[in-house]
């Protein structure tokens, strides 16, 4: 089972920028298949956010693209959602996401992380 922790939520004003960041870690060997992000906001459901893959590839939802910006560092074990000309739209919940094979075993699985605060004030 592979851990993430998230860091960098927080309050910002409409316009303002933040980073999350999503450190993966595991007591077996695993290899990341792709790391993502996602959102709730209050009385909403989870919704999908950035997606980046082992190769690079990104894809975005159409509600952030152009202001949100995924990447990972270069052990590809940290991955990073850059938050710029925020909305108070973009207030909620964000998770990370791990989809990582277990070396020894095989096994796929999807970890989340604990969850982030992000409050965009008008």
């Known amino acids: 089972q592979v851990q993430l922790v998230e860091s960098g939520g927080g309050l910002v004003q409409a316009g303002g920028s933040l980073r999350l960041s999503c450190a993966a870690s595991?007591?077996?060997?695993?290899?990341?298949?792709?790391m993502g992000w996602y959102r709730q906001a209050p009385g909403k459901q989870r919704e999908w956010v950035a997606v980046?893959?082992?190769?690079?590839?990104?894809n975005y939802a159409d509600s952030v693209k152009g202001r949100f910006t995924i990447s990972r560092d270069n052990a590809g074990n940290t991955v990073y959602l850059q938050m710029d000309s925020l909305k108070p739209e973009d207030t909620g919940v964000y998770y990370c996401?791990?989809?990582?094979?277990?070396?020894?075993?095989?096994?796929?699985?999807?970890?989340w992380g604990q969850g982030t605060q992000v409050t965009v004030s008008s």
């Open positions: 996401t791990v989809d990582s094979k277990n070396i020894q075993t095989r096994l796929i699985t999807s970890s």
């Open positions: 595991g007591r077996s060997r695993f290899s990341i298949n792709s």
């Open positions: 980046i893959t082992t190769g690079g590839f990104t």
